[in-house]
């Protein structure tokens, strides 16, 4: 079993729909992070949470909204989504910014 | 910008039958090179990670190796379980330091 955990496993939201998803780490690291990964493709990063500092991606559209209620939480909320953001989520947390991450299993997300 | 290529995009091995899977890279003070393992629909399952050249590191029948331009991944008499996409990813110093630069990945499908 993974050390992040992701829910949920699976999404089907519409475009005007608003949902979140959600990363929970209890390995005390102190960095989180959101990617997102299409099919075939290498992860890509989107936000950083480290140390109460969220780093952006600033090509991540504003529909993409991260929000980290304490060290062990990481929340992405998601409003007016497109279908081409359908994708495979992913949250990994590090001891240290930058260190070998440990990935939770994703969140598969199709915006119909 | 930070460059991973990774060669071949897909190699096909009889079971028992060794092989090397490269990974060449361009960054700016390397940081960290590290390998992962992923499974279709599931997030990146952490390998190894390797830090200057002429490290080398060992788990089952991988072996990871570092030069200064390059990693090779070694897989030795692998098993069909071995199947997966290896990706590798690198991170650079400067001031984008949390960020690792994923290749697109080796497919490795291990036949019985």
């Known amino acids: 079993d993974t050390e992040v955990t992701q829910t949920p496993k699976h999404l089907v939201m519409g475009m005007t729909n608003k949902k979140s998803l959600k990363c929970e780490q209890h390995m005390g690291h102190r960095a989180m992070y959101w990617y997102k990964q299409k099919a075939k493709k290498p992860p890509e990063l989107m936000f950083v949470y480290s140390y109460e500092k969220?780093?952006?991606?600033?090509?991540?559209?504003s529909r993409f909204s991260p929000e980290c209620p304490n060290s062990s939480l990481l929340n992405l909320h998601l409003h007016a989504l497109?279908?081409?953001d359908s994708?495979?989520?992913?949250c990994a947390s590090?001891?240290?910014q930058g260190d070998g991450y440990t990935f939770g299993s994703g969140t598969r997300l199709t915006v119909v | 910008e930070d460059q991973v290529t990774q060669s071949p995009e897909a190699l096909r091995l009889q079971e028992g039958e060794s092989?090397?899977?490269n990974c060449s890279y361009t960054v700016s003070g390397l940081r960290g090179l590290f390998w992962y393992r992923q499974d279709p629909g599931k997030g990146p399952e952490f390998l190894f990670t390797l830090y200057s050249a002429g490290e080398e590191k060992e788990k089952e029948r991988l072996k990871a190796t570092l030069t200064k331009k390059e990693s090779f991944l070694h897989i030795t008499?692998?098993?069909p379980e071995d199947s997966a996409t290896y990706l590798c990813a690198v991170r650079a110093g400067?001031?984008?330091n949390y960020k690792l630069t994923f290749g697109k990945g080796t497919l490795l499908t291990v036949n019985p």
Do not use: F, T
Not at chain 1, 54 to 61: A, C, F, R, T
């Open chain 1, 94 to 96: 590090s001891q240290v």
């Open chain 1, 87 to 90: 994708a495979l989520y992913l």
């Open chain 1, 82 to 84: 497109q279908p081409e």
């Open chain 1, 54 to 61: 969220l780093s952006i991606n600033e090509s991540v559209p």
């Open chain 2, 19 to 21: 092989s090397s899977l």
């Open chain 2, 94 to 96: 400067g001031g984008s």
């Open chain 2, 77 to 79: 008499a692998p098993k």
